[in-house]
């Protein structure tokens, strides 16, 4: 809790008391963390720990009973998604959540921050702003020749970039990433984490994952939780060698 | 990259659109009499609402089965145009109360309600058959909307909207003109609406503001809130956070086919002669989800055959076996999304497609290989690109 003390300018993200209960089950209970500027913040637990709910939780998908989320000192609780989104937090989700009937390059134009109105949707025009901010995406997240090709027809990992690169056109100054490289293949993990590192240089980033050498490559600072409460916090190394975290989550 | 130009008519969209004017403008004027030409003036005028429905369940994924709510707004709003024009002082003179319309004289009313004056003139008129159903949809769709109500919850809203507008118009009969609806309409500005001629300009005008409503609905689905919709149909919840507020769009998409579905029912009053809740209530409105779902609900010129087609053959086997009707008209709906759920377009479209590929493939057969091969060669050339560094 000393942490709290600190000026809360210097968080991007400061999560304080934060608790939801569904149907007085309290799948988050009571959690504080703070995230800096710049950071890659790794949260890790056992299935069913609250790691998605407290995604869920900071970009509004879910209503918090209790606490309070300032993002960059803007209380999230209160806001609506899609002004989070404007706020400048961005989300992918543990299953890839992309436009199936849609192509490649509408998944991403969708998502370019401009003509979010009604009017601004129906005037929307296709410009070389446009065409080169997704042609530029495409290319980071590996789909440049397959920009014309529906959403549906791509394969699983290829669906995950695709969902991170609707993010990235986004610029969200808080990138969080729910299991991003999960049911992905060694070469396509590789080329993941080669990616986050290059899309994380500039951005604060919130990351669930499980496999523990993604997390060694990419975390600054991890959390784990458990059974919706905060049980450990640090280096990766003070972490690994906490008998707690050994205890409930990395002994098994 | 002139793939990525979104332009707004490809050729196909020309030829489509051509075949149908051809039909509408030359065919059907040429070889039907006037009769047949003015029942099938009265078919499209529930295309309009056919239409609305492509772009908000087709695209948008919201079911309505009150769209006949909205078409009788547009009906009524040029009914009540019409029968006060047939009601002039002279016209009436045998009544109780000249100059009020005669079911109001029956009903023992002896002014003319105040709901009733503004109709008196062709601008408001014209403004409510285009306004007034919108505004209407506006209120019951951010209503339930905004909570996040949708899907199934929102179809039993509207048709039970659409039931209890029916019980109120026949309750009301001094100020509705009840279950009879609002008859013996005669003269527009004038002119004699009954004539051949008039029936004959009517015809050309509703077609015209076919197009014109085609065209607008065309161009709403070429812009990114086409796009839009379909991802609100699929994925709602992620579009919320590419930083959409939903509910406005899918209360602009309802509202927008609350209008197409007014002056569809404007067009059947003209063309008509008449306007009564028959064509208000829940039967009419699910009669309208059928004509969308048969010529495909993902096509609006799809809409306006399903609406042809269906009433046509509504019309010939009334005539024939009048008790069958509904049962055929069940069936049809039922084997339609069962077999074919893209309707009617969907068959045209793989057939102009089949047609394409074997034209393309006699021609050039080497250069053809199977779509899926070459598809397959991109998806690896792709994630064999090894990442170029950005920094
Ligand atoms: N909307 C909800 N209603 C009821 N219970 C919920 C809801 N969302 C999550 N839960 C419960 O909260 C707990 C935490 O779920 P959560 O998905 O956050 O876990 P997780 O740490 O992400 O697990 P995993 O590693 O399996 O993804 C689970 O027991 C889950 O069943
Ligand atoms: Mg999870």
């Known amino acids: ?252 | 990259m002139n793939v990525m130009k979104s332009n707004l008519f490809k050729r196909q969209d020309l030829i489509n659109y051509g075949l149908l004017a051809l039909l509408l403008l030359v065919v059907l004027p040429l070889t039907l009499d006037i009769f047949r030409l003015n029942l099938v003036g009265k078919y499209l005028s529930y295309a309009f609402a056919a239409i609305g429905l492509v772009l908000c369940w087709g695209y948008g994924g919201i079911l309505s089965l009150g769209q006949g709510i909205f078409f009788g707004i547009g009906g009524y709003a040029m009914a009540m145009f019409l029968k006060l024009e047939a009601s002039s002082p002279e016209a009436t003179a045998i009544q109780s109360t000249p100059g009020i319309p005669d079911f109001m004289d029956w009903n023992q009313l002896t002014a003319l309600p105040w709901f009733w004056e503004p109709f008196n003139s062709l601008g408001f008129t014209v403004l409510a058959i285009l306004f007034v159903a919108p505004l209407f949809a506006f209120v019951v769709a951010t209503a339930m909307f905004k909570r996040r109500v949708g899907g199934v919850y929102f179809a039993i809203i509207t048709q039970a909207i659409a039931a209890i507008l029916t019980i109120l118009i026949i309750g009301q009969q001094g100020y509705t003109g009840g279950v009879n609806g609002i008859t013996d309409l005669r003269t527009l500005m004038g002119w004699d609406i009954r004539s051949d001629s008039a029936k004959y300009v009517l015809y050309f005008f509703g077609v015209a503001m076919l197009f014109l409503c085609l065209l607008m609905a065309h161009l709403v689905l070429k812009s990114k809130l086409g796009r839009l919709l379909v991802a609100i149909r699929d994925r709602e919840d992620r579009v919320r956070f590419s930083g959409y507020d939903v509910s406005n769009f899918k209360i602009f998409v309802f509202c927008f086919a609350a209008m197409l579905s007014a002056i569809g029912g404007a067009m059947f009053t003209l063309q008509v002669g008449f306007m009564s809740p028959t064509l208000v209530g829940i039967v009419p409105s699910i009669e309208m989800v059928i004509f969308c779902a048969l010529g495909g609900r993902l096509s609006i010129i799809g809409a306006v055959y399903g609406a042809l087609l269906v009433n046509a053959a509504k019309t010939t086997m009334s005539e024939a076996f009048p008790e069958l009707w509904l049962f055929a008209m069940g069936a049809l709906f039922i084997g339609v999304v069962l077999a074919f759920p893209n309707g009617l377009a969907g068959l045209y479209t793989l057939l102009v497609d089949k047609f394409k590929q074997r034209r393309a493939h006699s021609s050039a057969p080497a250069n053809r290989t199977s779509a899926p091969a070459a598809e397959k060669e991109q998806v690896d050339s792709s994630s064999g690109v090894t990442a170029p560094s950005q920094s």
């Not at chain 1, 993010?167 to 993941?192: F, H, N, W, Y």
Request: hydrophobic share 40%.
């Open chain 1, 1 to 252: 809790m000393s942490l709290s003390h600190n000026n809360p300018q210097d968080f991007v993200l400061a999560v304080e008391g934060l608790t939801v209960s569904f149907d007085g089950f309290k799948a988050v209970n009571d959690l504080s963390f703070y995230v800096d500027e710049g950071e890659i913040r790794v949260i890790i637990g056992p299935n069913g720990a609250g790691k998605t709910t407290v995604l869920d939780l900071i970009c509004g998908r879910t209503k918090a009973t209790e606490g309070s989320i300032k993002f960059r000192n803007q209380e999230l609780t209160k806001m609506k998604e899609h002004q989070i989104v404007h706020a400048g937090v961005g989300r992918k989700f543990q299953n890839p959540s992309i436009y199936e009937d849609l192509t490649v390059f509408e998944n991403l134009e969708l998502s370019f921050p401009r003509g979010h109105s009604v009017f601004g949707a129906l005037t929307f025009r296709r410009n070389a702003e446009v065409i080169d901010k997704v042609t530029e995406i495409a290319e980071m997240i590996f789909l440049s020749d397959l920009l014309h090709q529906r959403a549906d027809l791509l394969s699983h990992g290829q669906k995950q970039w695709l969902e991170i690169g609707m993010l990235l056109i986004q610029d969200p100054a808080l990138l969080m990433l729910d299991e991003p490289v999960a049911g992905m293949s060694v070469a396509e993990r590789k080329k993941t984490a080669e990616l986050l590192n290059r899309i994380t240089q500039d951005r604060s980033v919130l990351v669930i994952e499980h496999d523990m050498q993604f997390v060694e490559d990419i975390a600054h600072r991890v959390t784990v939780l458990h059974q919706g409460q905060l049980l450990s916090e640090g280096s990766l190394e003070r972490v690994k060698s906490d008998p707690k975290v050994v205890e409930v989550y990395l002994g098994h």
